[in-house]
Each structure stands twice: as C-alpha cells, then as structure tokens.
C-alpha cells in the first residue's frame, strides 16, 4: 500500500514538474542541422549559402531558412529574430561567433573535416543540447556503419578529385572532407602525401599527366542541370586526354554537396562513391 | 643607343632566355633535358614526358613571355600618354572590368568556364571604353585628369560588382582565388588562341605610337606644334593599353604590379624616358620577370602550384627598391 502511495504521488510530482523546454537551436550548417535532427530538435532556423546547393533533410524542408551572406554569417538582426539560445556555426562563419554571444546565444563551432572526427562531434553536440544517450549511440551507429561500408573493397584505383571548376585543378587532398571520403571508399588519392591547412591545392597538371588517375571525380560548384555540360568540359581538358581515367570515359561529376560537406550519413556516401564512381564492390 | 641603355637591353635578353630555359626544364615532374630538347625537335615518341614538354611546359612559358611583354608594354603606354608615374591597367578600369568578368563566369556560371578568357577580356575592354567614351567627352574631353577620374570611377563600380559576386557566391569563391591572385595555367594553347589578335594588334600599335609619345612628353602644345596631335595619341595609347592589359588578363588573371613597375625599373636602369627605348626594355624586362615567377610558382611547393602575382612581386620589388635608392 506504502509502496503504491508513494509511485502516486512520484507520477503526481513528474506531472506537476514544468517541461523541460526543448532547446531553440540554429543550425547554420547541413552537419548540424542533421545530427539534431536525429536526437530528436527541431532546429528554428538553418543556414545556406547563397549560390550553394546545401542538401538538407527532407523533414526540414519547412524549416526557415537564414542566408549566409553576411561577411559574420548570418545576417545578426535576422539571426536575433528567431531568438534562438543554441547556434551551431562552423569556422567558416567564426568572424560571426563574438556578435551572436554578445546577443545571448550559446554557440559551438561545429564542422567536422574528416570522417573520424563525425563521431566526436555529434557527441559534443548531444552534449550541449543535453542528449548525450542518444547522441552516443547515434555516433555509435554511424561509426559501425562507416566500418560495414569499408568491408569488401576489391580494387583501390588510383583517383583524382578536384573541386571546383577552373583551369587548372585544386584538387582534394586527403585532409579534405572529399578526399577522405574518397580514400574511405577504396580509392588511392593522386594527391597522397600532400598536405595544404584548407585541405585543397591548386596541383600541377604535369603530375596528373605522369600519376595517370584510373578515376577522375570533380566536384563543381554548378547547378545540377549544368552536370552534362560540366561533364564534357572535363573529359575535353586536352592536358588529361592520355590519362586512362578519360581513355576508359572515367570521369564522373559528382553531384550535391556529399563530397563538399560533411554529413552524419557519411557510410551512405562511401556507399556511393564505391558504386557510382569506384566499382569496387 | 648609349652603351648604358645597349646594356639594359642586353641583361634583359639574357634574363628572359636563362627564365624561359628554367621553365623548360624545371617544374613538377623531372624530365632529362635530353628528352627536353627531344621533345622540342619533334624527336620525342609520343608519351608523357613528351606531353609535359610539348603540351604544358611550352605553351605555360610562351604565354608567361607574351603576357609579361604586354603588361610592361601597357604599362609603358600608359604612364607615358597619361604623364603619370602611377598609371597601370588599373586606371583605365581595365583591371576592375576584366576581374568581373572573370568572376562572373567562374562565381555565377562555373558551366560556362570555357568562356572565361573571354569574359575577362570582353568586360576588360568595355570598362575600358566606358572610361574613353567619358574621358574623351564633354568639356575638356581627353585631358589627363578627366580620364584618370573616370578610370577611377568606372574600377570602383566594376570592384564593387566583384565584390558583390563575391559574397553572393561566397561558397564559391575557393576556386576564383587564384584567379585573382593571378597566375598562368597549364591550358595549352586555348587562352592564347582566343587572344593572340588582340595582343598582336596592341604590340603593333605600341611600335607606330613610340615616336608620338616621345613628342607628347613635351607637352601638348610643343607635341600640337610639332603636327602631332595629343589626344588622339593618347587615345591611341590608352586604346592599345587596353588591349594588351585585357588579353593579359584574359590568360593570366590580375598582375597589376608588372604595369606599373616594370617601365619605371626600365627607365631608372637605362636612364632615359624614351619610348623608343622604354618600350621595347619593357617588354623585355616584364617577360623575364613573368616568366621567372612562373617557374617559381610552379616549382617551389611542387605539385602545388603557387600564385605567381605575390611571388612576382617578392622579386620585383627589392630589385625596384635597390634601382630606386641608386638613382636617387
């Protein structure tokens, strides 16, 4: 009887305790907009770059929202607006950092670089929102899933991945986000061994020409309607045309921002990269 | 030609033929400069070596040569018909109309990045144009102070519509860096195949506009009295400086530095403002300088290749500051 009392008046008191009001989060980053989305916050606003084709979640297609034009990020006034207590920004929008914890925002600047440092990340992330269960298993989770989508390479053919479009290549090297995606996936980078603080060089194209990619995959920064025309721009560069990646018609255009920015899908990525652009299943 | 000015010229020519060897033979892949030489006289079997030499080496340094030549030749040009030590490509609004151009293409349609020499020169020679239609218009149309305040003008709006470019496609931006940094690329001959007439037709203007110049630093009343007539030679001049500095954009980006140092490096080595004399140094001596930077820029963190605008200037500037200080 003792026993049943007191569990009714502990359900009572849970009852009667206020909510624990679910953080307001700005997520300027696909990242993080991702990974809170899957601890279970709703972010109040996203961020996106103006001419960028940032791929968010499809359950946030009626998130608001902020451009990230402004020299600090977002613009502060249209930031303040949505009156959130929790910014997730990255490096990029650093200059941004100061201005938004003078408005009372708690920030953390997260934008992980390289696949190993996902996990880490999206626990520092339930970390701050409060979530740190469920955050550790979801990095479990995608941890587990990036070590199943490594299983069963057969070939490791030597690519090249250039981001952007110009002249001459900047390609991706292997502290990049595309470039460990790309060696996480079986492929042995061209670049292997070079190392640049922003992860991408501008490489010389007598190297490409003497290191011969089996695999070219660039990386442009065009509107998805535009791949094709990108496509051939590439494959007609006259300095690649003796490299086997354009004998044997391997030059792909990836397309979205996978191979851009770091997503929690990751192993979903190193998944495609292997079937669409390596086949070394 | 006095034995100082025969010896500037002389250095230079040295100068340019050890850079273009060095570009030759020197970059990020070894190559024996048997195979170079090989290469270079058809004797070469096909393969990658051959391919360096023939298809990137040789055009990356003809394209150093001709683009280095008509920047110092424009710049030449320019301070000459504008009487002003300070004028270079950027104060014709060519700098500021080529960079647009190039931004746009690569910023707001990367898909039409074939079209990239022709937008910087297209847009080059517009600003150019609008600086001439307001310069050589209205009262006291084609005097000096009116063209340098319209230059000044027409670079800031176009820096403006850059910079605007800029943050719209801030995401974007990465890969227009180096194009504004300036620097050559390993395109072969395409750049230089869509420009070669407009670079050709600026030389030769600048060879029939040396003996006018020279009258027109007399000033315009001794020049108008000798039967030449200054505006039109000053228009003629900043015309063919337009040209030259927009094709060079066109392959090179924006090296402004070498407009504006060169002809003064030129006339404080040989002595004499002489366009006879400047002129041709100053082709001479930019193709050198560009050609030499390049080569750095390429090998010096290779396989990265560096931009080749602030390594031309680490080595112009101290060789400028010493000529500087000696003169005075």
Known sequence: ??????????????????????????????????????????????GQTLGGTDQYLASLRNVPVIPLSHPLGPNMEQLATYNASIVLSSKTWQRGTPAMRRLGMKVYESDPSS????????????????????????????????RAAQQGIKRRPRVLV????????????????????VAKAGGQLLTQGLRAPSGIARISDEIVVQRNPDIIIAVPHGNPGAINRLAQYYRSNPNWRNTRAVKNNRVYVATGNQLLQPYPGVAATIRSVRAKFLKNY | ?????????????????????ASMALGAVHVPLANIWEALTGQAEEGPLRQIIVELRLPRTISALVVGAALGVAGALLQGSLANPLASPDVIGVTGGAGFGAMLTLLAFPSAIALLPVGALVFGITAAAI?????????HAGSIGRVILAGIAITALFGAATTSLMVAFSDRVQSAVFWLAGGLSSDGWSSLSV???????????????????????LGDDVAASLGGRPRLVRLAAAAAAALLASSAAAIAGLLGFLGLVIPHLVRLAGGTASHRFVLPASALCGAALLVAADTLARVVLAPIELPVGPLMVVIGVPLFLWLLREAV
Do not use: C
């Open chain 2, 195 to 217: 420009v070669w007439p407009y670079f050709l037709v600026g030389f030769l203007m600048a060879v029939f506009l040396a003996r006018p110049l020279d009258r027109l630093a």
């Open chain 2, 1 to 21: 030609m006095t034995v100082r000015r025969s010896s500037v010229v002389l250095t230079a020519t040295v100068a340019l033929v050890a850079a273009a060897a």
């Open chain 1, 115 to 146: 696949i190993a440092a996902v996990g880490h990340e999206t626990r520092a992330i339930g970390k701050i929102l409060g979530r740190t269960r469920a955050a550790n298993a979801l990095a479990t989770k995608i941890e587990n899933d990036v």
């Open chain 2, 131 to 139: 600086v001439f239609a307001i310069g050589w218009s209205g009262a």
């Open chain 1, 1 to 46: 009887m003792i026993r049943l009392v007191a569990a009714i008046l502990l359900a009572l008191l849970v009852y009667a305790a206020p909510a624990q009001a679910a953080p307001r989060v700005a997520a300027l980053t696909p990242f993080s907009a991702s990974t809170i989305t899957r601890l279970g916050v709703r972010p109040v606003v996203v």
């Open chain 1, 162 to 181: 250039i981001l952007g479009v110009g002249r001459t290549p900047y390609a991706m090297l292997a502290n990049s986000w595309g470039g460990d995606v």
